[in-house]
């Protein structure tokens, strides 16, 4: 089943989220549905997603593939006992996830696609580390998890506004040009709004070609333990908070509900989809993976 947009990344800005529970979840659904599809924890110091599908930990990891004791990503997957789903695990030495070098992630992005899968799901690190925004900028496909909750909608626009200078900064030939700007339109406290604007009026070829890149960058939201209409609502409303300050279109991907049957489903180390399938978070996660899969249909 051939997909215009293969690789998705799944990531937040602060822990709690449930975004590995979603993300394991997404996959099982995809397989469900007769996809096959590889699940990747790009987590190299706290990796489980193999403890949220009930697998022991695998004698070979990402952390193999990136420091080359083997040469190809497909030598570290292994298979579940989910029909039609591969996982590749994550590392847990603290130390790695601060010494993956810049190539290192390319490497990994050139790999993962690859591979025979149709979908390949990255679960990424917690937190606005470059190198999670990095492997953000260089999936297909995103989805944000957040919670309807000040601090994690805080965090989540630190790490939004991360992924963007990111972008910015990896277009050919930023760095030499960024001299020309004040220091103060990169230092964290400009909007980028407001910084494509200034840029405008220095150079009007450089802000073309930002808004280009940016018309690239869609980030999903996905609104996770929602309790209230309120809660649910977020979603529209953080979506045009993103449009009025970033400049980006970030499409709302849905709601899911707060159930006690996630906190158990992880307990018993299965996914809450397979858990719990006829609960209120599962079925609104198998409606965010078939949002996310019109989406990946579509070309940018």
Known sequence: MLLDRKIWAVVSGKGGTGKSMIAVSMACH?????????????????????????MEWPKTTIGDFIDRRVENVEEVAVASEIPGLR?????????????????????????????????????LATGASLSQAEL????????????????????????????????????PGWKK???????SLMNGSTPPVKFLEEVDKINSK???????????????????????????????AMSLVCRRYFGLEAPFL??????????????????????????RPSRSIRQVTETMLSLSRRRT
């Open 30 to 54: 995809l397989a469900d549905l007769g996809f096959k599809v590889m699940l990747v924890d790009a987590d190299l110091s706290c990796a489980n997603l193999h403890t949220l599908i009930g």
């Open 87 to 123: 996982l590749i695990a994550g590392a847990l030495d603290p130390m790695e996830a601060s010494l993956v070098r810049y190539q290192q992630k390319r490497r990994i992005i050139r790999q993962l696609n690859t591979l025979s899968e149709d979908v390949v799901i990255i679960d």
């Open 136 to 171: 953000f900028n260089a999936a297909d496909l995103g989805a944000f998890i957040l919670l309807p909750e000040p601090t994690a909608i805080e965090n989540a626009y630190r790490l939004l506004r991360m992924l963007y200078f990111c972008r910015v900064r990896d277009l």
């Open 177 to 183: 040009f960024e001299h020309n700007l004040p220091p």
């Open 206 to 236: 450089w802000s073309r070609l930002i808004s280009r890149r940016m018309e690239q960058f869609t980030p999903g939201l996905v609104i996770n333990q929602a309790r209230t209409k309120e809660d649910r609502d977020l979603g529209p």
């Open 254 to 279: 849905g709601a899911i509900e707060y159930d006690e049957c996630v906190f158990q489903a992880a307990r018993h180390r299965k996914p809450v989809i397979l858990d719990y399938p006829h609960s």
